[in-house]
T-cell receptor, first 112, second 111 residues
Framework: DAGITQSPRHKVTETGTPVTLRCHQTENHRYMYWYRQDPGHGLRLIHYSYGVKDTDKGEVSDGYSVSRSKTEDFLLTLESATSSQTSVYFC???????????FGPGTRLLVL | TQLLEQSPQFLSIQEGENLTVYCNSSSVFSSLQWYRQEPGEGPVLLVTVVTGGEVKKLKRLTFQFGDARKDSSLHITAAQTGDTGLYLCAGGHNAGNMLTFGGGTRLMVKP
């Protein structure tokens, strides 16, 4: 299995609170992705990174920001959490664009 | 936005039955990947197809990429309870950095 971890694995927070999720990889893969998964919507891309300090928006980026200061870490921040951001968040890594994506175990976030 | 539609969304069958799930789009993809996701875990790649008309087999699973590279199918022969899970297709584009995921087919195989 690809070395990819997510923290925290579960989080409950209140509306309006900032939240940061962390994705850490030990594979030295160039590409890192953040997705959210909701019933009926499959996986939707939030943001992705194609190198240190190189990021771009995905399909559902509003209300989210990301940072990648090191190859191994990709942070997702919910600037002011809303109930609509209650979801399961998956990080994925890939050695190259459109190549196999290896997914982390997910973070289950509940915004009350 | 390049859309991938999967059908059926839900499928419940008995062990030993055969089934086919579909992944369709109006767009051409340079590659098509199939993933399986079990409850509480992230998706795991099953196969990648890149050539129109390509067929790949993985034990009891047969994957086909449409001739026009707009659609794909996954056929499972003699389903087992261990095949239960969410099956996702994902398409790649030559000019893109990302994959487009379909909504998934949730398969339940009952003993």
């Amino acid at each position: 299995d690809a070395g990819i971890t997510q923290s925290p694995r579960h989080k409950v927070t209140e509306t309006g609170t900032p939240v940061t999720l962390r994705c850490h990889q030990t594979e030295n893969h160039r590409y890192m992705y953040w997705y959210r998964q909701d019933p009926g919507h499959g996986l939707r891309l939030i943001h992705y990174s194609y190198g240190v300090k190189d990021t771009d928006k995905g399909e559902v980026s509003d209300g989210y920001s990301v940072s990648r200061s090191k190859t191994e870490d990709f942070l997702l921040t919910l600037e002011s959490a809303t109930s609509s951001q209650t979801s399961v968040y998956f990080c994925a890594i890939s050695p190259g664009r459109q190549e196999t994506q290896y997914f982390g175990p997910g973070t289950r976030l509940l915004v009350l | 936005t390049q859309l991938l539609e999967q059908s059926p969304q839900f499928l419940s069958i008995q062990e030993g039955e055969n089934l086919t799930v579909y992944c369709n789009s109006s767009s051409v993809f340079s590659s098509l990947q199939w993933y399986r996701q079990e409850p509480g875990e992230g998706p795991v790649l099953l196969v990648t197809v890149v050539t129109g008309g390509e067929v790949k087999k993985l034990k009891r699973l047969t994957f086909q990429f449409g001739d026009a590279r707009k659609d794909s199918s996954l056929h499972i022969t003699a389903a087992q309870t261990g095949d239960t899970g969410l099956y996702l297709c994902a398409g790649g584009h030559n000019a893109g950095n990302m994959l487009t995921f379909g909504g998934g087919t949730r398969l339940m195989v009952k003993p």
